[in-house]
């Protein structure tokens, strides 16, 4: 499945495009006013859960990250509308802008150090980070993840104990 084959509701719609206002005034010209730091994302962020990762080849993520990301939400009875996902390489952020913007109570790094949003702590992979009220998870890049091999498959399930742990999944 393509994004292009993917049926978005209004509220997604409405949360992707919320800092946009679009006006027609009298001369029917189309003014357009953006709120200037804000960042694209993907979802409705209805459970404040922040998804970085990094796609160069994206808007957001490529095909086969959003469906591996779809599935993975899924499993942790989730789906995007719950969650904001950014493309880190297309809008880099840092954690006060993340926090302004999105109020996460959980953050999931998908190939993104901790440092490179200026978080003034470090921590590992695979280990949840409490800071500042807000829930950290390191992992590898979603590319690393969603590889049918040996490695891909231990790397799979290291994140799933730990997002069974961070969305409390028996």
């Known amino acids: 499945m393509g994004l292009n084959e993917i049926e978005l509701s209004s509220i997604v719609l409405s949360g992707l495009y919320k800092n946009s206002l679009v006006t027609l005034n009298e001369e ?11 960042p694209k994302y993907l979802g409705g962020n209805k459970k404040n859960i922040l998804i970085l990762a990094k796609s160069d080849d994206a808007v957001f993520v490529n095909d ?6 779809t599935k993975l939400l899924e499993a942790c009875k989730m ?10 390489a297309n809008n880099p952020m840092n954690i006060s802008e993340i926090k302004k ?6 953050i999931i790094l998908f190939g993104i150090s901790p440092s490179s949003i200026k978080l003034p702590i470090d921590f590992p992979t695979f280990k949840l980070q409490e800071y500042d009220s807000c829930t950290y ?5 979603l ?19 730990c997002l ?3 969305f409390e999944i028996n």
């Open 137 to 141: 998870l390191c992992a590898p890049t």
């Open 164 to 166: 069974k742990k961070l």
């Open 79 to 88: 789906n995007i509308g719950d969650v904001a996902i950014v493309n880190h």
């Open 28 to 38: 029917k010209k189309v003014v357009e006013t953006k709120s200037e730091a804000a």
């Open 64 to 69: 086969k990250q959003l469906s591996f990301l």
């Open 101 to 106: 913007q999105f109020s996460p109570k959980s």
């Open 143 to 161: 590319y690393e993840l969603d590889v049918d091999s040996n490695d891909g498959k231990v790397l799979k399930s290291k994140l799933w104990v």
